[in-house]
């Protein structure tokens, strides 16, 4: 083999080796749960928990917050973030604007935020009263648990959510939905009514099997036996192509709200509810997407007790910048509350500007280099 042929083949050799490495970092292996964790306001904040198996999950960040509230929604707390990896390279995550310690008939709107990397949201509140003024939601006295989903036959984001109102119009939850916007900033025109079975009715949650069917899973919060039951259909669109499947899809005696339904790269569905009273999340697995049996539960205390949330897969590079960021928050909360008798000279000189530098890079968008680097610049400082 000559020298020129040997070179080409090297190059060959090289750019599969990249190109599968850069294949290992987009496939997708580990599962991102959002999630807020009780009724104080300092628990109605958004957190993460990160799993390897879909099943059991350690907190991001031990466990604090990575989303505050104030930061984000007029009622300075949150509840029910669901998330979405979009169609477009982004990721989309909504919640209820709501502060419970003011009442479960109390909010009035709901938050919409995107993000590229999972880490800097944009983020927007949208107050039905100020947003569709002159409307039948002007008078909404409470918007609750919005999510998303990509609509095809639209070719839109579709956020749906439930709603009531004090002026009659609508005197029990029911499920309505409305566009969003091409930046994801606003919903398009008015709430229209997605579905309604004469009783309240809470929490969708909508997920599409392989043979493109739609799943639409919500609460009977309005009847005697609350549960979650299901629908079927080939269009979200048309309710009388809709089917309703017999019982409920829980496996437990316990009360449940919040269903999420996700699927683990083997292949099996997942759905979770939040054993809300007992204060557990159970996870439920199921092959058909239609029966399902308990799995296992949440425990009752310690640093992961998660309330109405949602899980998605991720990738290795998310993986990794997540992973990162955890890093750069732990050494951000180590310098902001150590000892001044545990520093030295310098950095008692420099701690502040320290700080400076770490806030001031985490409002940068997110990458694994500028974390990196951020990370250098720390262990810098701490070795002097």
């Not at 919409?112 to 003024?133: Q, T, V």
């Not at 990162?324 to 000189?349: G, H």
Request: aromatic share 12%.
């Amino acid at each position: 083999m000559g020298n020129g042929v040997k070179r080409i083949y090297a190059v060959i050799v090289l750019s599969i080796l990249v190109a599968g490495s850069a294949l290992a970092k987009d496939k997708y292996v580990a599962y991102l749960f959002t999630y807020f964790t009780g009724n104080a306001i300092e628990q109605e904040q958004i957190c993460y928990a990160l799993s390897s198996d879909g099943w059991n999950y350690t907190p991001l960040n031990n466990g604090h917050p990575v989303i505050m509230s104030d930061t984000i929604a007029r009622k300075k707390a949150v509840r029910d973030p669901h998330i979405l990896r979009g169609e477009d390279g982004w990721f989309y995550q909504v919640m209820t604007d709501m502060a419970s310690s003011q009442g479960w008939s109390s909010n009035r709107g709901l938050i919409l935020m995107r993000s590229r990397n999972l880490i800097n949201w944009e983020h927007h509140a949208i107050h039905f009263p100020d947003r569709y003024k002159g409307t039948m939601f002007e008078n909404v006295t409470r918007v609750w648990a919005p999510q998303t989903i990509f609509d095809k036959e639209a070719g839109k984001y579709m956020v749906y959510f439930s709603i009531t109102t004090s002026d009659g119009n609508c005197s029990y939850d029911k499920v309505f939905y409305a566009y969003a916007n091409d930046d994801f900033s606003d919903l398009e025109g008015e709430p229209q009514v997605l579905f309604d079975v004469n009783d309240a009715s809470i929490d969708t949650d909508i997920v599409m099997d392989d043979e493109g069917m739609y799943h639409i899973f919500y609460k009977t919060e309005g009847q005697h036996t609350k549960g979650i039951r299901q629908f079927v259909t080939p269009t979200l669109h048309n309710s009388e192509s809709w089917t309703l499947l017999d019982g409920f899809c829980q496996d437990t005696k316990e009360p449940v709200e919040g269903s999420g339904v996700f699927r683990l790269f083997d292949g099996t569905w997942v759905l979770m509810y939040d054993c809300y009273i007992n204060h557990h999340y159970q996870f439920c697995k199921s092959d058909d997407l239609k029966t399902f049996k308990a799995v296992m539960n949440t425990k009752t205390s310690g640093k992961f007790t998660p309330r109405h949330g949602t899980v998605i897969t991720i990738t290795q590079s998310e993986l990794d910048l997540l992973k990162s960021w955890e890093t750069i928050l732990a050494y951000e909360k180590d310098l902001r509350e150590r000892a001044v008798p545990t520093l030295s000279l310098y950095q008692i000189e420099h701690r502040k500007e320290m700080l400076k530098d770490i806030h001031a890079t985490l409002k940068e968008p997110a990458s694994e280099k500028l974390y990196a680097d951020l990370e250098k610049r720390i262990k810098d400082y701490l070795n002097k």
